[in-house]
């Protein structure tokens, strides 16, 4: 494989990562009131994100490419594995890390949620150079065999990208068939009660939080009717288990949001 084969393979292999992101993204996020173009949106975000970092990764391993070296060391064959696994290993392991410490630590910057991404970076660096190692064959002169057809072909990868988007489409339990949302009527005697929730909003802009200039005067004139409570601490500087605790009075450890 020459230098300017390895800048296709890092296309490539954003492609194939890309694809596989945004569908495990999309099924781990578990949102089954919505259809399907939330499952294509997701990969179309990922295959986005991924080309710019798989463009990068090909310049690398062009740079690195020793062309008078046929296998081994700086060979295009054991840089192209290499970044096969890395687009592989990085993107599993970030998907990963993202359920461990939002859903299950509640946290990323906690002691245990370093522990475990240091232990995940270790994992995924070793797991990176055992695939480079398993891979490289597919990629050295004259390799033939489907393996070498799907990972060092623009025809072998469009198609398997394809064939894994097709099959996530038929899997996806949202749109059609997917669990409505509840239809019950409140009780007529329940109390009229407006819950209405700002994300990202600064409260240091609030004209009735001090700032200058009148920025929020509908926000202001339902406080002055109401209750302030001036001294709030989230339980969560992420949205989903913030909410979870405003609305089920749990810490993120009792919800599991």
């Known amino acids: 494989m020459s230098r300017a084969g390895l800048l296709g393979h890092g296309l490539r292999t954003a492609l194939l990562a890309g694809v596989g992101s945004g569908?495990?993204?999309?099924?781990?996020?578990?949102?089954?009131?919505l259809d399907r173009s939330f499952l294509w949106i997701s990969v179309l975000a990922w295959v986005v994100c991924w080309s710019v970092a798989g463009t990068v990764l090909g310049a690398v391993l062009a740079g690195l490419a020793d062309p008078d070296r046929p296998r081994g060391g700086r060979s295009a064959a054991?840089?192209?594995a290499l970044g096969t696994?890395?687009?592989v290993v990085f993107s599993a392991a970030f998907l990963f890390l993202v359920w461990v410490?939002?859903?299950?630590?509640?946290?990323?910057?906690g002691?245990?949620?370093?522990?475990v991404d240091g232990a995940v970076l270790l994992g995924s660096v070793i797991s990176v150079v055992a695939l480079g190692w398993a891979l490289e064959g597919a990629f050295r002169p004259g390799a033939t065999g489907p393996l070498r057809w799907l990972l060092a072909t623009w025809r072998g990868g469009v198609t398997l990208a394809a064939l894994a988007g097709f099959a996530a489409t038929l899997l996806w339990r949202g749109g059609v068939g997917a669990v409505a949302p509840p239809t019950v009527v409140a009780p007529s005697d329940g109390p009229n009660v407006v819950l209405v929730l700002i994300d990202t909003l600064r409260r240091d802009h609030l004209s009735g939080e001090g700032y200058e200039r009148p920025t929020s005067p509908a926000l202001d004139e339902l406080a002055s009717r109401g209750v302030r409570?001036?001294?709030?601490?989230?339980?969560s500087s992420y949205t989903k288990p913030s909410v979870a605790s405003l609305l089920t009075s749990l810490y993120p450890s009792g919800h599991r949001v």
């Open 23 to 33: 569908i495990a993204d999309a099924f781990t996020t578990d949102h089954r009131f």
């Open 78 to 80: 054991r840089l192209a």
């Open 85 to 87: 696994g890395a687009g």
């Open 101 to 109: 410490n939002v859903s299950l630590l509640a946290t990323d910057t």
């Open 111 to 115: 002691r245990r949620a370093l522990l």
């Open 229 to 235: 409570f001036s001294s709030f601490t989230s339980q």
